[in-house]
């Protein structure tokens, strides 16, 4: 008997939410793309790429310096505005964490990858609350309500 959203391969029981989008992210986290390894920061050791509160002004600049001259930037970058959360300590693409967190409250919030809204949209998960509920009851997207032209 074949589900209504589901495919003949999917071996969950019926009404368990399909938990693969979180595994993804997991995975995306643990494994390094592969611009980490032509980053400038790799080759700077000495350096302390997650600074104290409170480091000398002189160690960020350098750190920050050698950011500047990184072929990767960009990349890194768009990595860390990704991947950004609370855990997500130590400068990247010259930013430190207070700095992210700062622009990040500063920024509208990103619209929800199922509906569009940006109503109560969750950061990490870039779902608004009653998306995320229904993926979370029903392992599928919650389905796009199409326009009505008032006729």
Known sequence: MNTPGR??????????????????????????????????????????????????????????????????????????????????LGIWAGTTWASRQKTRRNQPPPPCTDCGTTTNVYPRRQLCEPCHNHRHNHGTPRPRKEPTDGS
């Open 7 to 88: 495919d003949l391969f999917d071996t969950r029981p019926v009404g368990e939410p399909d938990r693969t989008s979180d595994l993804s992210a997991v995975f995306d986290l643990l494994t390094p793309p592969e611009w980490h390894a032509r980053a400038a920061c790799r080759d700077h050791p000495e350096i302390n790429w997650i600074p104290d509160r409170g480091q000398q002004k002189t160690e960020l600049q350098a750190a920050k310096a050698v950011c500047d001259q990184c072929p990767v930037r960009d990349q890194c970058a768009d990595w860390v505005n990704r991947h950004n959360d609370s855990h997500l």
